[in-house]
């Protein structure tokens, strides 16, 4: 098994560690939240002038962007920023802050829990990329979205089984759920699913054991 996932259960430490930051993410989640008081949210850290730093550094020929403000198609669909390249080349992109910094990446995988209803990480967003930034450390992950939703897809069970406990968020009438996958094991992941072979099988787990 590479180091994206482990049949083994977490350690002692591991499972301390998991609760603590478990606690963490419920203080800093408000107890009762609807999708438009998260929208409003949302839309104010979208005038953060980070944003613009991060996609000028990201793309060398940014021209401009605009943010998706209104409640619809859009944002329903995980577009919260249009980016647009020199040569006209469009971006689509999904963002998220988090306020404290943290060592991984908080994959919501049911919106509503009871229902079963897919979280971000378990939907065909139309993004091209995710933007996961840390507002501290003014850090920020420009993740390939298909490629890591393919990660999800492959390694769901062992990170659920390894990184829980799952961190829930009370909304108005249902429960969400994500997992907190260290960011070190999100990037192996990822890595591997961007390279593709024809060649047989056991590449992509050669790639995962050698970049860890």
């Known amino acids: 098994m590479g180091p994206c996932g482990s049949r083994n259960r977490p350690s002692p430490t591991q499972a301390r560690q998991n609760a603590r930051r478990w606690r963490n993410d419920k203080e800093q989640r408000s107890p009762l939240h609807s999708f438009a008081r998260s929208l409003a949210r949302a839309q104010a850290y979208a005038d953060l002038p980070l944003w613009e730093q991060v996609y000028r550094q990201a793309f060398p020929t940014f021209a401009t962007m605009y943010a998706l403000r209104r409640d619809g198609w859009a944002q329903r669909g995980g577009l919260d920023r249009l980016v647009i390249l020199e040569?006209?080349?469009?971006?689509?992109?999904?963002?998220?802050?988090?306020?404290?910094?943290?060592?991984?990446?908080?994959?919501?995988?049911?919106?509503?829990?009871?229902?079963?209803?897919?979280?971000?990480?378990?939907?065909?967003?139309?993004?091209?990329?995710?933007?996961?930034?840390?507002?501290?450390?003014?850090?920020?992950?420009?993740?390939?979205?298909?490629?890591?939703?393919?990660?999800?897809?492959?390694?769901?069970?062992?990170?659920?089984?390894?990184?829980?406990?799952?961190?829930?968020?009370?909304?108005?009438?249902?429960?969400?759920?994500?997992?907190?996958?260290?960011?070190?094991?999100?990037?192996?992941?990822?890595?591997?699913?961007?390279?593709?072979?024809?060649?047989?099988?056991?590449?992509?787990?050669?790639?995962t054991q050698a970049s860890l």
């Open 87 to 207: 040569s006209g080349k469009t971006l689509w992109i999904e963002e998220k802050l988090r306020e404290r910094d943290y060592a991984d990446i908080l994959l919501e995988y049911y919106s509503d829990r009871d229902r079963k209803v897919p979280g971000w990480i378990a939907q065909d967003l139309a993004c091209d990329y995710l933007a996961y930034a840390f507002l501290p450390s003014g850090r920020c992950y420009l993740l390939p979205f298909q490629p890591l939703r393919h990660c999800w897809q492959q390694y769901r069970r062992q990170w659920v089984q390894r990184y829980g406990p799952p961190i829930e968020a009370q909304n108005e009438g249902d429960v969400s759920v994500g997992v907190a996958v260290p960011i070190a094991v999100v990037l192996a992941a990822l890595s591997q699913m961007l390279v593709v072979s024809w060649a047989g099988e056991g590449t992509r787990e050669d790639v």
